[in-house]
């Protein structure tokens, strides 16, 4: 039972383009959601996050949308840097669950110079 | 600020071979969680302790993985015996109280051969 999905295994976009990276979710009940960042021999790290009461939220070059009837969110990086390339991890939880954090498979960004 | 930390970096071992996981949180941090991420997937929560309680082991495949946090700060994950199916990247995350941001470890790579 995939509650978090990421659709797209990869990306591939041209440095100073947008990138977006797409997240569907069936549980009605996750009401914050998050993105994460991973390179390789690292662990994830936080990148930005949306609760359900917002649908847009901002800082710096990184955008998240939450689209709540359609279960959807998306993360949209302008313009994307060589860096950004790395996987991108969706996370989803509901409230009074204890932070529990529900992840997405993954896409993996390459950004090329 | 010290990150969190994790040993060993690598571990491979045989089938029915016993090993176990260290992670010590970021000081101060009341909530530790441990991930399983097999390639292609994204993290799956194993348990979460808060101090040293344990507060969601739902995913922990009891009869061979135990945890244990026994002071409120370091913990170890522990898999007897192991099987084909454990080989994973092991993470280990902790947070303020739970709601906040999870900070992630760089994780263990486990190969059971």
């Known amino acids: 039972d995939q509650q978090v999905k990421q659709n797209s295994p990869s990306l591939s976009v041209q440095e100073g383009r947008i990138s977006i990276l797409n997240c569907d979710y069936t549980n009605s009940m996750f009401d914050y959601f998050l993105w994460y960042k991973k390179y390789p021999a690292e662990g994830p790290t936080f990148l930005i996050s949306i609760s359900s009461i917002k649908d847009k939220n901002e800082d710096g070059r990184f955008t998240v949308f939450l689209n709540k009837s359609a279960k959807h969110l998306s993360l949209h990086i302008v313009p994307s840097q060589p860096g950004d390339s790395a996987v991108y991890f969706c996370a989803a939880s509901a409230s009074g669950n204890t932070g529990k954090l529900i992840f997405g498979q993954g896409t993996t960004l390459q950004v090329k110079p | 600020e010290a990150g969190v930390a994790q040993s060993p970096r690598y571990k491979i071992i045989e089938k029915r071979q016993s090993v176990a996981f260290w992670c010590n949180p970021i000081s101060g941090h009341a909530t530790l969680y441990w991930y399983q991420q097999i390639l292609g997937q994204g993290p799956k929560l194993l348990i979460q302790f808060q101090n040293n309680g344990v507060v969601d082991d739902s995913q922990l495949p009891k009869d061979r993985f135990s945890a244990e946090r026994l002071k409120g700060v370091d913990s170890t994950l522990k898999i007897q015996p192991a099987k084909l199916e454990d080989s994973a990247v092991y993470l280990c995350?902790?947070?303020?109280?739970?709601?906040?941001?999870?900070?992630f470890g760089p994780g263990t790579r486990l190969l059971v051969l």
């Open positions: 995350a902790s947070s303020l109280s739970g709601q906040e941001t999870q900070y």
